[in-house]
């Protein structure tokens, strides 16, 4: 069965930092375009991160400069470490393969910017 | 960046009917578009890619088409359980981008 499970999430203060982590199983996540999609509450979707090929990243400018993904493929892992946190950052992020051949989902971790 | 458009932002139909969504982009796309669902309180699903091709699983009466700029998804025979949100999402060009989403209410 594929799954994709996030880890990591919880309510950070604006300025502090938190690392998601993505396993997946079912497949392998070497080589795919493997994604970061965000939904703040009661909002739609939003594509902040892409990792491909040989470990080439893309960011949306929002997160430019803060967010930095990673791919572990022995691991079969993703991991996002999200830095200089802003209060917009607050969203459900999941983890997506790419939508060719696949497609999946993850369940979504909640993160939460507040003091 | 590339914006996608949908239309309607919203609507209401009836048991049995069949409801087309459209799609548009600001910049050619070839067929790389992808239509998502998600229910209330769950995660998003994917339904199709390459905008006509069905992902694994997904119920035939989900059809997509479109190429270039202008894309559509049409639901047949909608049922109560396709009360949802449906989003495009192009993925030809970074950075990735989603439509607003079109929500499917049920009379």
Known sequence: EVQLVESGGGLIQPGGSLRLSCVASGFSVNNKYMSWVRQAPGKGLEWVSCVYGGGSTFHADSVKGRFTLSRDNSKNTLSLQMDTLRAEDTAVYYCVDQPWNGGYWGQGILVTVSS | ?107
């Open chain 2, 1 to 107: 960046d590339i914006q996608m458009t949908q239309s309607p932002s919203s609507l209401s139909a009836s048991v049995g009917d069949r409801v087309t969504i459209t799609c548009r982009a600001s910049q050619v796309i070839r067929t790389h578009l992808a239509w998502i669902q998600q229910k209330p309180g769950k995660a998003p699903k994917s339904l199709i890619y390459d905008a006509s091709s069905l992902q694994s699983g997904v119920p035939l009466k989900f059809t997509g088409s479109g190429s270039g700029t202008d894309f559509s998804l049409t639901i047949n025979n909608l049922q109560p359980e396709d009360s949802a949100t449906y989003y495009c999402q192009q993925y030809n060009t970074f950075p990735w981008t989603f439509g607003q989403g079109t929500k499917v209410e049920i009379k």
